[in-house]
């Protein structure tokens, strides 16, 4: 299995302009988590899907922010528009289940910059 | 609010010493805890995990050990190699599917 695959690994783009970020979980995965990396805040949980239904957002930072999950393959994250503050490495993870203790995977994260 | 302490927040050791990093975690319902090793660039990826069933759990030069009463969890890593040179996070679960992570241990490993 090729793992959680996200694109693009860099972004760079300038205040105000709109930046979508996608995922692809591991195949037969039935949830799927985004998360914040910075070095001030470490990993922080944005949102989680279960079977491609949101479950929990209470981590989004601002209504800047969106996510979606039309299919079991494909999750995006926008965030529209875009703040010099949202410079982090963004990362998905997904797991088999939507359970306390299963595993979750993670990819290998977008580092978004905005100047 | 719920959350995980992580100490040290770095920590040096002489190849083949040991190293061990400690959390402990506040929601006593939490049952499963993942540790997860990040390099440079990549994402993190778990490298063992222990549930609250079980007081320790070994494979091959990592172990965990957990104390449920004292909301304890800790990974021990012996025989240490230059490729255990990481940033190390542990976790511990909330509620459904959250997990919240500690703040990480940047571990060097010197020749």
């Known amino acids: 299995d090729a793992g959680v695959i996200q694109s693009p690994r860099h972004e760079v783009t300038e205040m105000g302009q709109e930046v979508t970020l996608r995922c692809k979980p591991i195949?037969?995965?039935?949830?799927l988590f985004w998360y914040r990396q910075t070095m001030m805040r470490g990993l922080e949980l944005l949102i989680y899907?279960?079977?491609?239904?949101?479950?929990?957002d209470s981590g989004m930072p601002e209504d800047r922010f969106s996510a979606k999950m039309p299919n079991a393959s494909f999750s995006t994250l926008k965030i529209q528009p875009s703040e010099p503050r949202d410079s982090a490495v963004y990362f998905c993870?997904?797991?088999?289940?939507?359970?306390?203790?299963?595993?979750?995977?993670f990819g290998p994260g977008t580092r978004l910059t905005v100047l | 609010g719920e959350n995980v302490e992580q100490h040290p927040s770095t920590l040096s050791v002489q190849e083949g010493d040991s190293a061990v990093i400690k959390c402990t975690y506040s929601?006593?319902?939490?049952?499963?805890f993942p540790w997860y090793k990040q390099e440079l660039g990549k994402g993190p990826q778990l490298i063992i995990d222990?549930?609250?069933?079980?007081g320790e759990k070994k494979d091959q030069r990592i172990a965990v050990t957990l104390n449920k009463t004292a909301k304890h969890f800790s990974l021990h890593i012996t025989e240490t190699q230059p490729e255990d040179s990481a940033v190390y996070f542990c976790?511990?679960?909330?509620?459904?599917?959250?997990?919240?992570f500690g703040s990480g241990t940047r571990l060097s490993i010197r020749p």
């Open positions: 195949s037969g995965h039935n949830s």
């Open positions: 929601d006593s319902a939490s049952n499963y």
């Open positions: 899907f279960n079977n491609n239904v949101p479950i929990d």
């Open positions: 976790a511990a679960t909330l509620r459904a599917s959250k997990i919240i």
């Open positions: 993870a997904s797991s088999l289940v939507a359970s306390t203790t299963d595993t979750q995977y």
């Open positions: 222990i549930r609250s069933n079980v």
